[in-house]
């Protein structure tokens, strides 16, 4: 009685993936952080203006555009398993090319590489959250992989790479670039091992636990299908599913331009403006991530209560999406007020970044409620019409920040989140990409 009552119960694999595809967007935004850490020694060592490290970040942005959309659909096909260990592994093998590389030319393809080996991340995330996740938690987990442990690994590398390995120790930075390399080698080979693409193909899964996992989704829980051409996709959409699908995408394109501050510049500007060291430097630059991930975690749980509470799947998702970037708007125009003191001023955008990210978090549900069986190919779609925010971005702010000042750049990402949220009134997470009346074979 005792074994049948054991092998009743639900496994708890699920935790296990949940746990590699948190470390997964954690190192992913680890290792891509690092060039906005090291871009005061570029400039000073190859004397690199910052509309010279803006071309740099595009060559990054314009890989992660082209090669999302055909890997993330093929990690609809061939699975995330095989995808994304791939991916694992070749954004390392670019990030290690930035330590190396000896001329200007040589780290524009280290930052290309590291771009497509970061381009359907993800998409495949997106996927093994919908795989692996039941559906009444999986907007909250969504919220913890893909935005609380993804900002999470952007402070690791300002404030532990950057303030305490860079600034306090004073280890070389080509040093903590190899080290980093050789950790994304090292992860990529344990996810090898321990994924597999559904809870029915893994051996430490029972049956429980699979039902568990797919209870609430109709079936949609499934193996990777044949893929659907963009070309098929838009043919079975109707125009209000087409018109519901540009809404999200521009309103991520608007998040990723207003983002980009971020990721990119906040370092540079603290060196720039308050001449600031690793140690403060990397301490300050942190904060806004904090906010980010504790706001996409919040954000996350959020949703879920919402939908729980109210039943009401299109309001829930537009009214967090919209109060999170119109709040980060305003806070970041208000912010200017303490322009002229780095630590005030860092504390305000951790505020932008709680309710900017609270939203994000929405995008992924959004993402999920209306790909259905090609989750990751939409994901893919939509983050790489975004990849235009992305690509635009630094040669923007570079310019701008090289030929007008700093202050310039913090208006218009403001301006960027107060339309973004506008844009969320004309999504609707009920109207799904391909509808019922036009299935997929």
């Known amino acids: 009685m005792a074994n049948t009552a054991q092998s009743d119960r639900p496994t708890r694999f699920r935790w296990t993936v949940f746990a590699m595809a948190c470390g997964t967007s954690w190192m992913l935004y ?12 570029l400039k000073q060592q190859w004397n690199l203006g910052s509309d010279e490290l803006g071309y740099l970040d595009s060559a990054f942005s314009l890989c992660y555009l ?13 699975g ?26 040589t780290l524009g393809l280290a930052r290309a590489i590291l771009g497509t080996g970061q381009s359907a991340v993800f998409a495949c995330l997106s996927r093994i959250s919908r795989t692996w996740t039941p559906a009444d938690v999986r907007t909250s987990a969504q919220g913890m992989l893909g935005v609380f442990f993804g900002r999470l690994g952007g402070l690791t590398t300002y404030l532990v790479v950057g303030s305490l390995v860079l600034g306090v120790m004073d280890v070389p930075w080509r040093t903590v670039v190899y080290w980093l390399a050789g950790i994304g080698v090292g992860f990529g080979s344990l996810f090898a091992v321990l994924f597999r693409n559904s809870p029915r193909q893994h051996r430490a899964v029972n049956e429980a636990e699979a039902e ?9 829980n499934a193996e990777p299908r044949s893929r659907l051409s963009f070309r098929e996709m838009f043919c079975r959409m109707s125009p209000r599913s087409i018109i519901n699908l540009g809404c999200l995408n521009l309103q991520t394109i608007l998040s990723a331009l207003a983002d980009n501050i971020y990721s990119a510049w906040i370092p540079l500007f603290l060196f720039e403006v308050h001449d600031l060291e690793f140690r403060q430097m990397g301490m300050y630059s942190s904060l806004p991530l904090l906010g980010g991930a504790i ?6 749980f959020l949703n879920d209560f919402l939908i729980r509470r109210t039943g009401n799947l299109k309001w829930s998702r537009r009214a967090v999406g919209l109060a999170g970037k119109g709040t980060a708007g ?8 303490w322009y002229d003191d780095p630590q005030k001023f860092c504390l305000m955008l951790f505020a932008v970044k709680f309710f900017s990210d609270w939203s994000l978090t929405t995008t992924w549900g959004a993402v999920t409620d209306i790909g259905g069986h090609t989750t990751a190919t939409v994901f893919a779609f939509n983050n790489t019409v975004a990849t235009l925010g992305a690509v635009a971005a630094p040669l923007l702010y570079g310019n701008v920040a090289e030929h007008h000042g700093w202050a310039p750049v913090f208006y218009v990402g403001a301006g960027a989140y107060i339309v973004c949220a506008i844009t969320w009134f004309g999504f609707d997470s009920t109207i799904p990409v391909i509808s019922k009346e036009h299935p997929i074979d």
């Open 30 to 41: 680890l290792h891509r952080y690092m060039f906005a850490l090291i871009k005061p020694e």
């Open 295 to 300: 706001g996409g975690a919040i954000g996350g």
């Open 80 to 105: 995330a398993h095989l995808i994304l260990t791939l991916l694992i592994l070749l954004w390392s093998v670019g990030l290690g090319m930035h330590a190396w590389a000896p001329t200007v030319r």
């Open 212 to 220: 568990l996992i797919e209870e609430g989704d109709d079936g949609e």
């Open 66 to 78: 082209v090669f999302q959309i055909p890997l993330g659909a093929l990690a609809d096909v061939a």
């Open 330 to 337: 305003i806070l970041l125009a208000v912010s200017m007020l």
